[in-house]
């Protein structure tokens, strides 16, 4: 599958678009989808704090929240899911302009046609939810199938580092660790000194944590832009062990080049990722 490595035992799954669906990140308000995504992005927006875009392809999940606006870095960053569809609450002027005049296929609320839908338990502005089984049932020809994102390991091959605990990572106001359950075999996450839980009370966990350190730009309204073209450190944690190198990409079509700091290339897991981007620059402690 091309977002997880994992074998294709559906072929119709293989060739479905991406989702790319944009959730608030509040402690106060647990996000919720977490887990079925196969992978999660997590970004830094205004107000220092940040917001997860969730992927979909391999499965979905009937409630997928809270749902926020959308940011101008979000064309670039997701460039390279090849005309993904793209679940947002909307965002302003300039915003919506930039998303409608790029190749993301724009869902917003305000023409998700019943695949977006207000409940949940929660209040206003945190009550809106997208359920990613009715997006696919939406006609939306011009949406693509994505390539491989990252490269995986295969049968018999282990991961490169050193063997690792997990990492610390500041991102802006909020901290965040990830410490690797070797009994699980997954990465579980902390926020801000607590264990990171979905809605329903289950642990955020994942295969694998992509650190690509981002230089951000000032954008408008005091949302800061990631320049997600050209390059920058990385730090890859799978299967116990952390690695670092550097992440190239020459646009944003293209995915992201992840090798080691001796020149080969860096592998994850099969599996589920969570591809962090902390500012570049004394912002990753691996333990």
């Not at 979000?74 to 390279?80: A, E, I, K, R, T």
Request: glycine residues 10%.
């Amino acid at each position: 599958m091309p977002l997880t490595g994992m074998p294709i035992t559906d072929p119709k799954l293989a060739k479905r678009p991406a989702v790319v669906v944009k959730v608030g990140n509040y402690d106060a308000h647990p996000q919720r989808g977490t887990n079925q995504a196969d992978l999660v992005y997590e970004e830094i927006i205004n107000a220092n704090i940040s917001r997860f875009a969730m992927v979909f392809q391999t499965q979905t999940a009937p409630e997928v929240g809270p749902i926020r606006s959308g940011r101008r870095q979000d064309v670039n960053l997701f460039g390279s899911l090849n005309r993904p569809i793209f679940a947002w609450a909307g965002g302003n002027h300039t915003v919506t302009q930039e998303i409608q005049s790029s190749d993301l296929i724009d869902l917003s609320q305000f023409k998700c046609a019943g695949s977006c839908f207000r409940g949940g338990g929660d209040f206003m502005p945190y009550n809106l939810f997208f359920n990613v089984e009715r997006v696919y049932g939406l006609n939306l020809p011009d949406a693509g199938t994505p390539p491989q994102q990252f490269q995986y390991l295969q049968t018999g091959e282990t991961a490169a580092g050193r063997d690792s605990a997990g990492v610390d990572l500041k991102m802006d106001s909020y901290r965040v660790t990830w410490t690797w359950n070797p009994t699980t075999q997954l990465y579980e996450r902390t926020q801000n000194g607590r264990p990171d839980k979905n809605w329903d009370g289950s642990l955020v966990t994942t295969n694998n944590v992509v650190v690509l350190e981002m230089v951000y730009n000032p954008g408008i309204s005091g949302s800061p832009d990631a320049v997600s073209i050209g390059h920058g450190s990385v730090y890859v944690l799978t299967g116990g062990k952390a690695v670092h190198g550097k992440w190239t990409r020459a646009d944003r079509k293209q995915v992201f080049t992840l090798t080691t700091d001796s020149g080969d290339p860096i592998k994850l897991t099969p599996g589920r990722s969570f591809v962090e981007l902390p500012r570049a620059g004394g912002n990753v402690t691996i333990k």
